[in-house]
Each structure stands twice: as structure tokens, then as C-alpha cells.
């Protein structure tokens, strides 16, 4: 009723009437109440807040080994292996060999065409017997007394002449058989026959397969460090969780000045699960010490750590020696017993309350 009394009182073309705004202001001061209510408990809520300790993990600091190492990747090798590759080009007749063969010191692994090598050494042998066989009757007519010492002298010296030129054609003819250098086995064979051998393109590689090593590249900062006879500890993808025993065998005594970097010979023990060609990596151990104070990894930070003193945490300086990924060495700042904090909270206060919860 009192909208329509207010429609019927509305004159055509003139102000709409306001309704009583009586109500309205009696309902502020009660809002602004609650308003400065809330705000005043939230004020509180965050202030007792920020009173409260905060929770945080610690350990203890404990006393184990600890070494040095120094870091290096390399590749599982044989000691003793040989490319052998032709010095003579021609067309290969006669592989003789197969991967994974053993073969013995001095035997053929594949002959290549030698036609017309053959051919002149056969020929030059066969006129040094013939330079031979004159050598002889002049040496002869010459003890009888019936020959003249000039025809005896050329004859000797023509056929020392004739055997040089056939011992230079077989040693040729030599050149078109490829042997083993040593006894071991046919790792790879890169040869058939037809193929056209290139002069210093390896057709074979023998191993001797007793005895494995690994070539390791070390920083040139750190080979200072490293001597012969130093333990070694080498991981590979290929054996998750297993670690292998090797030792320093040889230290290069030249490094390259391109990379930096110098080469490491790791010795391998006999029946050494690795495999040639397989990349490792080794921790070259030089230094160890079995009663080292230790702290968890994660509660070293920037050269610090956070201990717990009347329910407040305290900032202590401290110096690092080996670290691991789980243990840090601690020279200096902390002794065995003592406790920090695990993985410090972001923004850690010096001073800060703390209260230890593990």
C-alpha cells in the first residue's frame, strides 16, 4: 500500500519520491562493529601466530669415513689391443678369420691380390740363384788358380746384389698378407673378400682379452692430486647399484692443452663384470679419513648450519671438507653429538622460535 500511495502522489514529469533512509543509517555503526571485530581477531589470530615456534627436524652430527675423490669418466678398454690396417692398396682375395676368434702370434687374418708383386719377387729370386750359382764357379775357378780375381770379385759382388733385391721383393710381397701382431682374439673384423683394401684403414682388431683397464680424462686442476696405486670406485649405467674396485695403473705425463685435461690408466681386476667400450665413472680416492665428524647433507647451507639454543635458532659457522650426497665432513664448528637442523626452513630467522620435531 505504501507503493502504490507513493505512485499515486508522483506528479507526471516530476521526481520520483525517496523512500525513508531512517532504517539504513540505524544498521551502519553495527556493521562498522563487526568490521573492526574481525579485523582486531585476524590482528590476533597472526600475531599469536607468529609466536608460536616453528616445528623443524633435526639430527645429530656423527663420526665416519670420509674421503676425498676426484671425479673422472672414462671408457672400459682392453691393455693390449691392435688395429692392424693394409700399407698397400689392392683388392682383398682371402679373409681368413672371424669375429670372436682366437688366433695366435704371427698367423694370417686375410691375404690381399699380390699378382704383380709376385711375379717380380719370383722373378728376383730366381736371378739371385742364378748370380748364386756364377758366385760359386768363380769362387771355384779361383782356388784352382785358373780364374781371374776381378771376374771373381764382380761375381761375388753381383750376387749379394741380386739376393738384396729378393729379400726387398718378399719383404713387398709381406706387405700384402696381414698377420696377428700378438696372441689374443678377433674383436671386430671390418674385411670381405672383393672389398678394395685401403692403405691404412683397419680391416682387423686383436685383443688380448685377459686383462681390462679403463682411460679415464682427469681436469688438469686436479691430476696434481693423483698418484699410482690410488683406489678408485667406478659406477656404469649398465649395473645400477653396484660399484666396481679399480687402481690407478698410469698417470700421462703430457696432458692436452686443448681440453684441459689428462689421462688416467685404471687398472681392472681380473674377471671384472665390465665390458670393453662401456663409459664409467670413477671416483679416484685421495685421501681417506675413518673418523671424520659428519652432518647430514641437507643441513649445511652456504657454509653454514642452524643449531637449536632455548627453543631459538642459531646460525653456526662451519668449515666442509669431502662431501657426499648424503654426508658432509665437518673440519671445524661442530662435534660429534651435536645437533642441526634438517633442511632449514626458507627464510630462517637468526634468533627465529623453533621447537625440534624429529
Do not use: C
Not at 540505524?26 to 581477531?41: I, K, T
Not at 764357379?137 to 761375388?156: H, K, P, T
Not at 719383404?171 to 698378407?177: I, K, M, P
Request: aromatic content about 4%; charged content about 25%.
Amino acid at each position: 500500500m505504501a507503493v502504490l500511495d507513493l505512485q499515486a502522489r508522483r506528479q507526471p514529469g516530476g521526481p520520483e519520491p525517496e523512500a525513508p533512509p531512517a532504517r539504513r543509517r540505524r544498521n551502519l555503526p553495527w556493521r562498522r562493529g563487526l568490521l573492526a571485530l574481525a579485523v582486531a581477531a585476524a590482528a590476533g589470530y597472526g600475531g599469536w601466530r607468529a609466536l608460536q615456534p616453528v616445528e623443524v627436524a633435526t639430527a645429530a652430527v656423527s663420526v665416519g669415513p670420509a674421503v676425498d675423490a676426484v671425479y673422472a669418466s672414462g671408457v672400459v678398454e682392453y691393455v693390449r689391443q691392435a688395429r692392424i690396417a693394409p700399407v698397400v692398396t689392392a683388392p682383398i682375395r682371402r679373409v681368413l678369420v672371424e669375429e670372436g676368434q682366437a688366433v695366435r702370434a704371427g698367423q694370417p687374418l686375410a691375404e690381399l691380390e699380390d699378382g704383380p708383386q709376385e711375379g717380380s719377387a719370383l722373378q728376383l729370386e730366381a736371378q739371385a740363384g742364378l748370380a748364386r750359382a756364377v758366385a760359386a764357379r768363380q769362387a771355384r775357378l779361383q782356388a784352382a788358380g785358373f780364374g781371374a780375381r776381378a771376374v771373381y770379385e764382380d761375381a761375388q759382388a753381383q750376387a749379394r746384389a741380386a739376393d738384396a733385391a729378393a729379400r726387398s721383393a718378399r719383404a713387398r710381397l709381406a706387405d700384402y698378407r696381414l698377420t696377428a701382431p700378438f696372441a689374443g682374439h678377433v674383436i671386430r673384423r671390418d674385411a670381405e673378400p672383393g672389398d678394395l683394401a685401403s692403405v691404412g684403414r683397419p680391416m682387423f682388431v686383436v685383443a688380448d682379452t685377459a686383462t681390462l683397464r679403463i682411460t679415464a680424462d682427469i681436469d688438469e686442476r686436479d691430476v696434481g692430486r693423483l698418484a699410482v696405486g690410488q683406489d678408485a670406485v667406478v659406477r656404469s649405467d649398465s649395473f645400477p647399484g653396484r660399484t666396481f674396485a679399480a687402481r690407478i695403473a698410469e698417470v700421462t705425463p703430457q696432458g692436452d692443452s686443448a681440453g684441459r685435461t689428462f689421462r688416467a690408466r685404471l687398472a681392472l681386476p681380473a674377471g671384472s663384470a665390465l665390458r670393453p667400450g662401456m663409459t664409467v665413472e670413477s671416483n679416484l680416492v685421495t685421501g681417506r679419513r675413518e673418523r671424520a665428524v659428519l652432518a647430514p647433507a641437507s643441513a649445511v647451507r652456504d657454509g653454514g648450519v642452524w643449531i637449536i639454543e632455548d627453543g631459538r635458532a642459531r646460525r653456526r659457522a662451519v668449515q666442509t671438507g669431502a662431501q657426499g650426497p648424503e654426508r658432509t665432513e665437518i673440519v671445524s664448528g661442530l662435534k660429534p653429538g651435536d645437533r642441526v637442523i634438517v633442511s632449514p626452513p626458507e627464510g630462517l630467522k637468526d634468533g627465529a622460535r623453533v621447537k625440534a620435531g624429529g
